[in-house]
């Protein structure tokens, strides 16, 4: 049989172990940040491992551009999206285990890839002429006119109401011998 104090010592060890397994991961996963750029390079942002923005830099020829507040907003979207693999990369203590697919899972949810550029939700995209492939005289076309409107259907009178029953007190029905199962 095992001595309680050897059993207690080697009990702390594995503490201590975890412990400091934990904190090195803590370490890691702080030291972790993003760095991207926008497509012109005239915007650079640094997000940290909780996606926060810790960092901006933008350059003199968009500073007076009245899209740069969105820009920007989607330069910082892209470098959140590359959390995961930036947290797979430089968390390299919970590599390939339960933990570090479950961090990477959440920063996906929480972080998906920006749209592309130009979409607008249940729109269509901006029109970006080096970008499109369609015909000339598609570009030129006028827009096809709109569905006319089907006909409103005729107005129904509202059924009469029906009378109201008297309001009757049923409180003590159960002791003096009413249905109390109503």
Known sequence: MSNPEQLFADFEAKL??????ANQMRTEIEGVSVSERSKDG???????HAGNLVGLEIGPSVRDNPALAQEILRVVQSA?????GAMQVG????AGTETMNELVNQLQSEYPEPEPTGYVEGGHQTVDEDARFVAEDELDAPPPPPAPKPPAPPATPAPPRAARRPQTDHEDDYFTGGDFLR
């Not at 201590?16 to 397994?21: H, L, M, N, S, V």
């Not at 005239?42 to 940290?48: A, D, E, F, R, Y």
């Open 80 to 84: 959140q999206s590359k959390l995961a």
């Open 42 to 48: 005239q915007i650079s942002v640094k997000v940290n």
């Open 16 to 21: 201590a172990d975890a412990q400091r397994k």
């Open 91 to 94: 968390v390299p203590s919970i």
